[in-house]
Structure formats: structure tokens, C-alpha cells
């Protein structure tokens, strides 16, 4: 496996984190965002304003009916015992979210550290263009009386 | 008895084993097939050359024929390792060019048109695979960590681009002169390199709104959209200046500064442990001074010897004050160590030097007098740093500076005087037995006020002690906010 190989495959890798940590960045920013709505209703919240966040994910394609499902269960009945919960899960959130915007910042140094190699392999040495009629060429027959 | 001279004997064991070879070597070949599959790394696919020599040479069928099989296999690998060789050279090239853009890029709107320009004379094929790469360099360098870009006109987020640039600049510089010695050295001429004109090799000039390109090819960057003729090149000493700045800025800048910090973080330590001790009342055993080590063990001797008698505990040294001074010892030894490091680096130096650095540093054989005097000069020593690191920083965002740090360190040293931070440390040592600051400089009129930095403790004609505040100090008032000094 030559130079070029090891570094194109590793950029690849490293686009491919960049753009999972950031989906996960995205969703995870929304989440917040609906958790919030939510906390600021106080003890007023009800497990319908619940349902009609996650359903909101659910349209979007986000969330899976079935994980709501899972979800809906676990969320409390009463009016302040939700608030609580909610706050709970929201502070939970927050922390996940930190350290998911690290894991998508550092994915994102990664990428840029293996562009700069890739870029200046390229740049070093400029790709041969493909010939299409050296696919075309036929390939020699060893058995040929030729090559005997 | 076969007649010795019968013109036709029968086929002896050299004969047989001839008429064998062929058989042999085909057997040969097919098991040669075989250990090679065997020798197949499975993390890169390739034939893992250490493995199959071994294999070959090991296996009866083949071991006989390994001789010519080893010289083939070793001339793939020489073959493969000037090829690797021949690549890494040819990438130097990309990252010269790519330091040389991403040094002199400090608008962020300008970095991707700067690549794309430097990758334009490339065949369109290959310009085809770089330029998703050139994306995703820019998305790097512009993403911001919580989603989303950049904004050009946030202070915070400029300061942010800026130190990926560099980072990213110091990367590729690194990687360059990994491959050719120093970069943008005169080595390059040597090995053939034109450094002027390849480092900063003209692109192809804007084009005007007619379409026509202008006549002079133009450096994107700094071109400032006026007519006539543009400075496409920098001198060869001033790129290189400007280089080697800016490595040492990203390098031992960097490490400087964050010696310094910690290094007000041990001296805060040491500082504590002195309060304790002179807290903890006088003793001739715990007092800091001459022989402080000394005078401790005796001390310790003193309370094992009592120990040992049965004797009460009211008749020994109280042994929380041999606890702080022995606490105070072992961190004037463990200063004098990180210091030396800090300053010198992590080299072997003679035992004497490391005698001499632990002796510079505040420590328990100083009176307390002096010990804080010496405290808050190590303070002050690593407060310049800091201050220094800040001011570069600003000075290399700022835009009439285009990136370079050229100048920057006479500037700060004309502002920001050594003298000055000294008397900042003179006269804020105060003396740990009378609570008093009995070095604050002699002030007479608010005009007097300018000449120190803000921090400094000064005494007016009536007596009164006054911290200067920033409003008052004469220095402070340039590109950085100094901080109030030692509180």
C-alpha cells in the first residue's frame, strides 16, 4: 500500500467521522432546543407538550415511532414531578452536548490535518490521468506463440 | 564388476538428482504460491516480505531455491522504498506551498481562493480530486465547535481561525522541512529549490471586470485592488524572518507561555506554605533562613529522640510546624527543578547548575523578607511572558501587520520594559513578620504615577499606600490589558 493510499484512506475516514460527530451535533442541538421549550413552561409542563415535541422528531424522520414509544414511557405523569424530570434530563443533555461539540471539533482538526497531507501529496505529485485505452489494450496471452 | 572404461555407465546420483531438478522446482513454485498467500498482511493486503523470506527459507520444498527468490524479493523492496522516497519528496513540495498560503492567508475570505489559485495550473483531472479536499481544509479551519461558520467580523472567532492557520501552517512548515532541511532555508537552493519563486511562485493575476487578465500576475492576498504593479515576492530574508517567527510563536511561544502559567500556579503554592509557617509563631527549628534544612532535621531528631524517652508531648516542637517548614523544603527543591526545566528545557545539566537554579528560586533558606521578594520577582518574571504572549497575539490579528510578527517583540520590549515589571515585584514584596510593604516606591505628584506599571505599590508624601490602577499607569494602555499585578 503506497503513501498515497494510506493517507487518501485515512482523509476518508476522518470526512466520514466528521460528518457522523456533526449529525450527531445537529440532533443533539435540536433535543436541547425542544428540552428547553419544555423547561420553560415550569410546572405547568404535561406529558402532552411531551408527546407533541417527540412527535415533531418523529415527522422529521428523526426519532423512530418505537423509540417514542420507549420514550413516552419513562416520562413521569405529574405536573411537578416532570418539570423535574425534565430538568434532569435536560442538564443530562447539556453535558452529552459538550462533549459531543468536542468529539466534532476534534473530528473536525482531524480532517483538516489529513486534507493538508492529502492536498500536499496531490499538489507534490499531480494524479496521472487515466488512459481509457490502456483498459482498452488487449492484454497479452502468455500461451501465444510469441511470448513462448 | 562395470568395466571404469565403458563409454555408456550407468547414470550415477548427480545424473538423477539433474534429471529430478525440474520436478523439484515445480513443487517448488506451487509452495511458493502457497507461503506467499500465508505471508499476506491482513491490515494493508501486501505480502508482508520479512514473513515469506522466513517462510521460504524455512521450508524444505523451497529453502533450495530460496537464493534467487530472496534477490528478487529484495529488489521489489528497494524498488518500493525509492518510490516511497521519491513521494515523500514530491509532497514536500505540496506543503511548502501550502504553508506558504496558509501563513500569508489572515483573511479567512480569502483561503479557498488562495488554494484554488494555487492548484490552478494543475491538469483538470487533478484539480478534480483536490478541490473537495480544499473544501474540507476550509470547513476545518471554519467550522465553529458548536455547528455553523465563523463570522469574519467576531473578534473571538477571527482569534479562533487565526490560531488553527497557524497550527495548521506550523504543520505543513514542519512536514517541509522534514524533507528538506530547513524550510525556506538557502538548503533548498542547494538541492536546486529557487526559494523566493517557489515559495511564493506568482498566480495568475485578477481578472477585470472586461475579463481581460491583468498583464502582472498577482499575489491574491494584499493586492488591495489598486493599479499598476504589485509586489508578487517578498525578499528571501524577510519570508524567512517571517517564517521563523511565526514557527516560534505556534512552538516554543506556546510552551513559553504555558510554563509561565503553571509557573504561577507552584509559586501561588509556595507562597501558601510561607503564610503557614510564619503563622505557626517563631522556632529556631522552623524559622526560614540560614541552614533552614538543617536546623528542621535537628528539630525532627529532637521530638524522635523525646518520642523514643516516653516524654510528654507538650516538651516537643510542635511537630505542624515541622511540617510546613519540611512542606516548604520540599517545594523550593521541586521549584528549582521545574524552573531550570522551564527555562532551560528538559536537557542534563551538571549537578552544579541544578545547585544554582534551585538556589535562585524562593525557598526556605531565604528569610521570609527575602523569600517573598524573590516570590514575587519569579511572579513577575512569568507575568512578563504571559503579557508577551498576549501582545503578539493581538499584534498578529491586527491587520496592519498581515500576519507577520516582525517587530512585535521590539515593540513590546520599548512598552513593556523588564525594569518596569521588577519594580512592580520590589515594591509589592512585603514583609511576612509586620504585614508592612516596606519597598513601595516614594511617590510626590499623580504625574509620578505614569512611570510604573499598574500594580505597583507606591507611597505618597503622607504616608498612605496605593496600588496604581490602570487609569493612572503610564503603560498598559497599548494593544494588550495588563493585568493589576500580584494582588
Known amino acids: 500500500m503506497s503513501i498515497q493510499d494510506v493517507v487518501a484512506r485515512q482523509h476518508q475516514q476522518n470526512v466520514a467521522q466528521v460528518q457522523r460527530s456533526g449529525q450527531q451535533l445537529g440532533m443533539s442541538t435540536d433535543i436541547l432546543g425542544a428540552l428547553d421549550k419544555l423547561t420553560r413552561l415550569g410546572a405547568n409542563v404535561t406529558r402532552n407538550d411531551v408527546m407533541e415535541s417527540i412527535m415533531q422528531f418523529v415527522e422529521a424522520g428523526k426519532v423512530s415511532p418505537k423509540q417514542a414509544a420507549i420514550f413516552m414511557g419513562q416520562v413521569p405523569m405529574q405536573g411537578p414531578a416532570l418539570a423535574e424530570w425534565i430538568k434532569a434530563k435536560e442538564a443530562a443533555f447539556v453535558q452529552q452536548h459538550q462533549k459531543l461539540t468536542q468529539a466534532h471539533a476534534q473530528a473536525n482538526k482531524n480532517m483538516g490535518v489529513t486534507a493538508l497531507h492529502s492536498l500536499a501529496m496531490m499538489m507534490g505529485a499531480p494524479a496521472q490521468v487515466p488512459q481509457d485505452n490502456a483498459l482498452a489494450a488487449p492484454t497479452p496471452n502468455p500461451m501465444s506463440p510469441q511470448n513462448a | ?487
Open chain 2, 1 to 487: 564388476m562395470p568395466n571404469p572404461f565403458d563409454p555408456t555407465p550407468l547414470p550415477g546420483p548427480g545424473a538423477t538428482i539433474n534429471s529430478l531438478a525440474p520436478v523439484l522446482e515445480l513443487a517448488a513454485r506451487q509452495r511458493l504460491g502457497t507461503l506467499a498467500q500465508t505471508a499476506v498482511n491482513p491490515d494493508t493486503g501486501q505480502i508482508d516480505y520479512d514473513k515469506y523470506v522466513g517462510a521460504v527459507l524455512s521450508d524444505p520444498l523451497t529453502a533450495g531455491f530460496a537464493g534467487p527468490q530472496i534477490n528478487q524479493l529484495r529488489q521489489a523492496q528497494v524498488s518500493q522504498a525509492q518510490k516511497a522516497a521519491i513521494d515523500q519528496g514530491l509532497m514536500g513540495t505540496g506543503y511548502k506551498d501550502l504553508a506558504t498560503v496558509l501563513y500569508s492567508t489572515p483573511n479567512p475570505y480569502e483561503l479557498a481562493s488562495m488554494l484554488k489559485a494555487r492548484v490552478a495550473s494543475y491538469p483538470a483531472y487533478s484539480q478534480q480530486l483536490m478541490m473537495p479536499v480544499i473544501g474540507q481544509l476550509v470547513q476545518s479551519m471554519l467550522a465553529k465547535p458548536g455547528g455553523g461558520m465563523l463570522d469574519p467580523s467576531n473578534p473571538n472567532d477571527m482569534a479562533l481561525y487565526n490560531e488553527r492557520r497557524l497550527e495548521f501552517a506550523n504543520i505543513t512548515a514542519a512536514n517541509a522541512t522534514q524533507r528538506f532541511g530547513a524550510f525556506g532555508a538557502p538548503g533548498l537552493v542547494a538541492q536546486g529549490w529557487d526559494t523566493a519563486s517557489s515559495a511564493f511562485a506568482p498566480v495568475p493575476g485578477p481578472v477585470t471586470p472586461g475579463g481581460a487578465q491583468t498583464k502582472e500576475p498577482a499575489y491574491m492576498y494584499g493586492s488591495g485592488g489598486q493599479g499598476g504593479p504589485v509586489q508578487t515576492t517578498l525578499a528571501p530574508g524577510t519570508e524567512q524572518t517571517i517564517t521563523d517567527l511565526a514557527k516560534n510563536y505556534g512552538d516554543e511561544g506556546k510552551k513559553q507561555y504555558d510554563n509561565a502559567v503553571n509557573m504561577q500556579g507552584r509559586l501561588f503554592t509556595t507562597q501558601n506554605d510561607l503564610d503557614q509557617v510564619i503563622a505557626r509563631g517563631p522556632s529556631f527549628f522552623t524559622n526560614p533562613g540560614t541552614a533552614a534544612e538543617a536546623r528542621m532535621q535537628l528539630g525532627r531528631a529532637y521530638n524522635t529522640f523525646l518520642q523514643s524517652m516516653g516524654a510528654p508531648e507538650k516538651y516537643q516542637i510542635d511537630p505542624a510546624k515541622i511540617g510546613s517548614i519540611e512542606e516548604l523544603i520540599k517545594e523550593t527543591k521541586l521549584n528549582g527543578f521545574n524552573f531550570m526545566n522551564s527555562m532551560m528545557g528538559a536537557q542534563r545539566e551538571a549537578a552544579s547548575i541544578v545547585q544554582q537554579a534551585i538556589n535562585s528560586v524562593p525557598g526556605a533558606n531565604n528569610s521570609p523578607l527575602g523569600m517573598e521578594y524573590l516570590i514575587n520577582t519569579w511572579k513577575e518574571l512569568a507575568q512578563r511572558m504571559i503579557d508577551q504572549r498576549r501582545f503578539e497575539t493581538n499584534w498578529i490579528q491586527d491587520p496592519k501587520h498581515d500576519g507577520s510578527l516582525i517587530g512585535a517583540k521590539e515593540a513590546f520590549d520599548k512598552t513593556y520594559t523588564p525594569e518596569a515589571y521588577a519594580e512592580r515585584a520590589i515594591s509589592n514584596t512585603r514583609d511576612p513578620l509586620t504585614g508592612q510593604y516596606p519597598m513601595a516606591y516614594k511617590v510626590t505628584s499623580k504625574g509620578d504615577l505614569g512611570k510604573y506599571l499598574p500594580g505597583t505599590i507606591v507611597k505618597y508624601p503622607d504616608g498612605r499606600l496605593q496600588k496604581i490602577s490602570p487609569q493612572y499607569s503610564g503603560i498598559g494602555l497599548g494593544p494588550i490589558t495588563l493585568n493589576a499585578g500580584n494582588p
